[in-house]
């Protein structure tokens, strides 16, 4: 129900973003503002967020195969990762612009402007506010949600500008704006991207400590030795985990393991976990590539 109830907010933010590009685009052409063109060009690419997104949670949904052992789980951290990245190119684009606009600001229209941009902030916070219903632990939902921050920043940043230039007259105010806007993306969207290739490289989850889940294992009694340990995340919020672990000869196998994962579930939400039961340490004789 969670994920359907995902699926169908995504689908409205989409609507409510892709009716309000064409107008802030136009909106950007009429006024001459780099900055209402920006925020556009970041509209447009939550548009392509926000699909990915619905794309990647609806395979994601999809069951496991033969080939597919893990079913479609990982689409959804692709899809983190490469809204991540488009995040950056946009910021690049917008750069290359603002840096040519500081030796020769355009006039821009400062009203138009400012009305664009209001609307605009208010339809990104009410597309903000239907996706904080979504689950927020899932990389695929946050990269959705940080594509419309950061449109909500540019939103703010524009209106910001307007004001200024409709005081002052000072156009160098718009390409300013422009490279602040730029930054705080660069900033919000740098652990989406940290995150999301951690996963991909299959590093220990965050806020996981291999070395205490080997203690927390290794106190379970019957077991000597905990080694070959691995922890990743297959998915958001999915943890697995596979070792091997060295037990007493006269131990009772099932109900140490039985202890085990219950440990690991209880105390690191780890419940997918393969553990290798031996009577005698095979370290040495075992696979040492990693």
Not at 175 to 193: A, E
Request: hydrophobic share 50%.
């Amino acid at each position: 129900m969670e994920r359907a109830n995902d699926s169908r907010r995504l689908a409205l933010a989409f609507v409510i973003t892709a009716i309000y590009f064409f107008a802030e685009l136009a909106g950007g052409l009429l006024t001459n503002s780099l900055a209402l063109l920006s925020d556009a060009g970041h509209m447009f690419s939550d548009i392509a967020s926000l699909s990915l997104s619905l794309f990647a949670l609806q395979m994601a949904r999809r069951p496991a195969t033969a080939k597919k052992t893990y079913g479609y789980h990982r689409l959804e951290i692709l899809a983190a990762l490469i809204n991540g990245l488009a995040l950056w190119l946009i910021v690049g684009v917008i750069f290359n612009e603002a840096y040519r606009r500081l030796w020769n600001p355009p006039q821009v229209h400062g009203m138009g402007m400012l009305v664009v941009a209001g609307v605009g902030l208010i339809v990104n916070v009410v597309t903000g506010l239907i996706l904080l219903g979504c689950d927020r632990e899932s990389l695929n939902i946050r990269g959705a949600l940080l594509h419309v921050v950061g449109d909500a920043l540019g939103s703010v940043g524009a209106v910001i500008a307007a004001i200024v230039m409709l005081l002052t007259g000072w156009y160098l105010a718009d390409p300013l704006v422009s490279f602040g806007i730029g930054l705080l993306i660069l900033y919000t969207s740098w652990d989406l991207v940290r995150e999301s290739v951690d996963i991909l490289m299959q590093s220990v989850p965050r806020g996981i400590d291999a070395a205490q889940v080997q203690q927390a294992m290794e106190q379970v009694p019957g077991v000597v030795k905990i080694h070959d340990l691995h922890v990743w995340s297959v998915t958001s919020g999915v943890f697995t985990l596979s070792a091997h672990a060295v037990i007493r000869p006269d131990g009772h196998a099932h109900a140490i393991l039985d202890q085990m994962e219950e440990r690991l579930k209880n105390d690191f939400a780890i419940e997918h976990t393969t553990i290798q039961l031996e009577t005698e340490d095979r370290e040495e004789k075992e696979f040492q590539a990693f």
